[in-house]
């Protein structure tokens, strides 16, 4: 049958499952969201060979699968296949009817994110998912989920969409076709951007890192996971893997890899990993595992910029490879984790410390559970192991200083995820003295935990089964790829240098775990002041936009007294004032701006219509400054 046909089948579905979900609210409804699930195996897996075509006839979207989106696509089917199962015995606490509308239109989006190669679409398909997933934290009805799907909205919308707008806009001005405004389009008239490639590449970046919860846009990932039910969690992982997906997508496929970009990429990703000294200070399960969460995206990202400074060697291969084994394995791993957790919940108690007793009495949940978190803490030989295994084999091949302090940086790093789970486990037997009695799991859940802990093993330990597809993925590449497990894993003498460093790791992160949790911190403490630094600056860029925001756009769309002003300090205390009537004449400066883009525009560049390009940027502004409040 032909692919084309059954991916827009399973976007159908899933866009009915979000109806059915909005007007009905039965569990019966993952049942539609389960069957979409599977269409995309045969899917992913007639991408291994590559196919293109059209869906939708009411919206034209271009599609190419190739081997490298069908990865991705492979682990999109499978967690929200898993997903779909959990969730028809889970009981959900929050809107069920908006729960579950968001969560089948934020996987419908990712479909579509991986699956196109449109630029416009995927812009589309980036901005679908960023406001279904803010319903899913607005719906789960915690204590302030409203305030943190207010953040996230407004910080996926300011740095994500607005830069990807953008950077669509500049695509369109050298492609100058909205039809072949694609990935291979771009790259085949890159010379013809109006711009110099530093600015794609800062728009792209900024798009991916907020997709992903990375420095300096990592705050929004503890509040969304503490917001959210924990079997929900899962979506915000996959979104957290596409944001690597659309910075790999361009800075590799569509524009000239580029040196200083890596370096740029790993130091984010390396300072992202501080995140994970956060865990110590936590009880609360789901903010322990999200402080984990930002420091696996870090890796990542730390991995992809080794890859792009060595382009075109050996080691810069094995680093790329590296990325996007880590990129897969934590979708997983941590995926598993949050199923777990969610057993908890089913229970109706918070996930913290004390409550994971319930599991621990003798539930094999809770074996299961432990396996994701040590293949998450890089235990060997399971999952973070083996592509940690990979990225600092990459990256202290060459002799390169940086790399080499990030790596060390990032090695030193890796330690604690091992001792926090360790601290759980003692502070468990130290301090929760109550005894609990033993509750039946429902046999799905427990099912949907074991196949997810074991899948994310058995890949991890045999990374030969993904291999082939590995460097199928990367073969049109002008990169040398590795032709057997032996070569990619021994590429280099410094293979048992990181051998090394993650075994001493292993053994660091032990004796830390039994350390303590007082003394810990005290030796931390240096680090907790460079992370508090890390995250004040992070803060400041978006209390700064709130603040603009606060002082200088609300007049203009709210009606607010002027001696009520000073009196607003957040975005909820604007919610109760009226919006203001809107006018042409409001919209008169604005478009006399986007006349003089397309009169500048005509001006510059005869191939550009910069009218399109213009009227791109002003919705992209029109989002913040209407579209989220009216």
Known sequence: MNPVYILETSVGLFGIASLVGLFTGRKGTYLITLLASLLLFPVSMEGIRGFTGEVFEFLPTSIAVDPFSALFLLVLAFLSSALSLYLLEYEVRGSDRFLSMG???ALLS??????TDNLERLTLAYELFAVFTAVIVLASETRRSGRSAWRYLVMTQVFGIIPLLIATALAYSAVGDLHHLTIHGLRENIEKLPVGLWLPYSL???ASLVRSGAFPFNSWVPRAYRSTPSPFVPVFI?????????????????????????YVVAFLGAVTTFATLYSFREIRLKRKFAYHSIMDVGVSYFA?????????????????IGALLHSLYQMIYKSSIFFGLGAIEHYGEEPNICSLRKLLKGHVVSLLIALSAFSMAGFPPLASFVSKWLIYQGAMSSMDVLLWLMAVTVAFLGIFPLASILQVRRINRLLCKREVEREEIPLLIRGVVGLVSLTGFIVAVFPFMVLLWFTGALEELPIPLPHSPTELFFASPSSFLAIGFLILGAIAGW????????????????????????????DFFVETGKKAYINYVLPVIKVIPRHELPLIKDYDDALDYPVRHLDEAIFMPLIRAVQRIALWGKGRNLDMNALISGFAIAMALLIVLLGVFA
Not at 110 to 115: C, D, E, T
Not at 242 to 257: C, K, Q
Not at 304 to 320: D, I
């Open 103 to 105: 969560t089948n239109m």
């Open 204 to 206: 792209y970046l900024s």
């Open 238 to 262: 996959i979104g957290e893997g596409l944001g690597l997906y659309l910075l790999l997508r361009v800075a590799v496929f569509a524009l000239p890899p580029s040196r200083v970009l890596g």
């Open 304 to 320: 992809l910029g080794v890859a792009l400074v060595l382009w075109g060697s050996m080691a810069g291969t094995v680093a790329l």
């Open 110 to 115: 990712a479909v579509l994110l991986v699956s």
């Open 511 to 538: 004796k830390v775990g039994k350390v303590p949790t007082e003394r810990v911190s005290e030796l931390l403490l240096i680090f907790y002041n460079v992370g508090d630094i890390l995250y004040e600056s992070a």
